[in-house]
């Protein structure tokens, strides 16, 4: 290996290795729930280390000419560090980036014209960040193979209730809708009369007070969709749960007792923010393929119509009951970083003009809904609050015990179309996200039992500042600001 590394045959082949091995590690240390399959393995092995190897060789060769004999030391040097930086860039952004790759240039032409006699140094330097890497990526890797699925075991049997009732059910999920209730004070101190009168005047019943259990969507999605709490895992971000996606998308409590009662489920997503980890389709169709999804990136960006393929599913399988699971990505909440905040103000404003165009989209998708299923269970759920109040978002890891922050996190608008207008006396048990299909499940199953297994109804938050690190309850069973360290 040493006789390898002197020798100037092979350089090329330790700059192209070294280029590529920390930033997949860096990768997979940040982003592992993202990840987590072979088929990222295989396409960071071929991207950052195989297609460097060929580029860097043939450059190599090439640059071996004698009418190129002037140059060839710049070569490697030059590769090296801006396939490095340019990798270290794809890593931590998304996108192209054109003056971010011009800074990389510049930075690698200095380099190269100063410093290319000490490649070799540099080169040892990357492979022992890399070897660091490894060291970092291993608890993640092990936290995922140890992981539990103890907590989605539910108390009684109602994975396998029977529906006595099968009326289509509809589940629209606007991210980060607060209740009416906290938008008429608070930070929100806002009208949508309007809104809530329409959904009134269509048969809603309109849920005060409602609020998610978690702060962000998967992790809340998480708990609503098993009706299980999980405590974030005991993870160290409010913003994942281990296996996430793959529970919600895969399968999960609540999908595959719809499946077992013959219903036809549909997943309808205006961004393939659920599927960027790329995992295994649980429901029969959907408006998005993971052919939508790339290997990296945010599953963000632009939002497609989901009228057109609303329309197609409702016309399809006219005999059979049907799921929606629909993904609306509007008001959603304030800027995530400090670096990209405009402040609380200009935060408000920017997540109100959010809000009246969601609400513009849910009058469209519930008159659609109703105009060709008057009987539908159509379930208007947000996942979150906005967090307006905040300056960014990531200020929820700060201890804080100010009402109206707290519920601007954890407040979230529920409106439920009941078949024939009829809403169950049950419907008084639902008053977080976590325990809203088990009530649902009551009643298309007629089994009030399965409400003697109703979860807490605790909001709960991961705190890393101004407090001793862990997950704490921030609202209790009551609605009542606690604060109390799980």
């Known amino acids: 290996m040493r006789t390898l590394f002197t020798s100037e045959k092979y350089l090329f082949l330790f700059a192209a290795i070294a280029a590529g091995a920390y930033p997949i590690f860096f990768y997979f240390t940040n982003n592992y729930s993202l990840v987590n399959t072979w088929g990222h393995v295989a396409y960071f092995a071929i991207m950052f280390i195989c297609v460097p190897l060929v580029i860097f060789f043939v450059l190599d060769r090439v640059s071996r000419l004698k009418t190129l004999d ?52 540099v080169i040892v330097l990357q492979l022992i960040l890399a070897v660091i890497g490894v060291f970092s ?16 075991r539910q108390p009684d049997d109602i994975e396998n209730a029977v529906f006595v009732k099968k009326p289509n059910v509809y589940v629209i999920q606007p991210d980060g809708f607060v209740n009416f209730t906290e938008l008429k004070k608070g930070y929100y101190n806002y009208d949508i ?44 971000s409010y913003s994942e749960a281990i296996n996430a996606r793959n529970l919600l998308i895969s399968g999960n409590a609540v999908l595959d007792l719809f499946k077992k009662n013959g219903y036809i489920t549909h997943f309808l997503a205006q961004k393939p923010y659920l599927l960027l980890n790329r995992p295994e389709m649980g429901y029969h169709k959907s408006n998005l393929s993971l052919d939508d999804v790339g290997y990296i990136g945010t599953g ?71 105009a060709n299923d008057p009987n539908a269970l159509i379930i208007i759920l947000a996942d979150h609050g906005g967090f307006v109040g905040m300056e960014y978002s990531r200020q929820i890891y700060s201890k804080t015990q100010d009402r109206d922050r707290i ?73 009542e600001i606690v604060f109390i360290k799980q």
Not at 71 to 86: A, D, G, M, S, W
Not at 137 to 152: A, D, F, R, T
Not at 326 to 337: A, D, S, T, V, Y
Not at 348 to 365: F, G, I, P, T
Request: aromatic residues 16%; proline residues 4%; charged residues 20%.
């Open 137 to 152: 990526v291993i608890p993640k890797v092990y936290g995922q193979l140890n992981y539990s699925n103890e907590w989605m």
């Open 300 to 370: 963000l960006g632009p939002q497609r119509d989901l009228m057109p393929h609303l329309k197609q599913f409702m016309e399809e399988d006219p005999d059979e009951p049907k799921f929606f699971f629909m993904e609306i990505f509007n008001p959603g909440h304030i800027q995530n970083r400090s670096a990209n905040s405009r402040g609380i103000e200009v935060e408000r404003k920017k997540w109100l003009e959010s809000l009246d165009y969601a609400c513009e989209q849910l009058v469209d998708y519930v008159t659609q809904i109703k």
């Open 70 to 121: 002037k140059v060839r030391k710049y070569v490697l040097p030059f590769l090296n560090i801006f396939v490095f930086l340019f990798l270290l860039k794809v890593c931590l952004y998304a996108g192209l980036q054109k003056k971010l790759i011009v800074l990389i240039f510049v930075i690698s032409v200095v380099f190269t014209f100063f410093l290319h006699k000490y490649l070799r140094k």
């Open 407 to 479: 519920f601007s996190i954890f407040s979230s608008q529920l409106s439920i179309h009941w078949p024939n207008g009829d809403a169950p006396e049950t419907d008084q048990y639902i008053g977080t996200a976590v325990n809203l299909f088990r009530v649902l499940f009551s009643y298309l199953s007629e089994n009030t039992a399965y409400l003697e297994n109703l979860q807490d109804n605790g909001s709960y938050v991961v705190l890393k500042n101004d407090a001793p690190e862990g997950i704490y309850q921030y609202i209790n069973d009551e609605g």
């Open 193 to 236: 009369s309007e809104f809530e009168n329409f959904l009134l005047d269509n048969s809603f019943v309109n849920y005060p007070e409602f609020r998610s259990n978690y702060a962000s969507t998967l992790a809340s999605n998480s708990a609503t969709f098993m009706m299980k709490h999980h405590y974030y895992n005991g993870g160290r």
